[in-house]
């Protein structure tokens, strides 16, 4: 493997999450209640063909659990009547990248004439109130779910 595995990578975020929860809450309720994303002016351009009813793969940051650190293995749920499991199999927030991976719903597409920002109208994303968002991609089942393509 050559050196260029180990160096680190830079991401930029393209946007950030606005909701209702500024700190920990269970992704059931927070997937419950409708949330935004706020896309930057020079990334905007790139919401052409999203349309309300689409689901999105959204990659953000847990921005919050950076500075709590992580552990390579854990309970699961922080409950210790789970076994012991690795990070990588689990949906733990306290990872070694603190990235997040959620499909949303959504609502509404448009552009903050003022500010040039796109905005998604969301439901179902459990980001927190100014998670970056680093990445929407359109979900897919046969990408996301290893399903055969229709």
Known sequence: MGD???????????????SGFDSYAPSEDMRSEPSTIVVY???????MGLEPGDRILTLFVLHRAV????ELQLHPGHNPANPIRGVFATRSQYRPNFIAATVARIESVGVDESTGEGILGVTELDAQDGSPVIDIKRHSAAFDEG???S
Request: glycine fraction near 10%; avoid cysteine.
């Open 41 to 47: 002016p020079e990334f905007a351009d790139g919401l």
């Open 147 to 149: 399903m055969p393509a």
């Open 4 to 18: 260029w595995a180990r160096k680190s990578v830079d991401v930029v975020p393209i946007g950030y999450v606005r």
């Open 67 to 70: 500075a709590t650190g992580y």
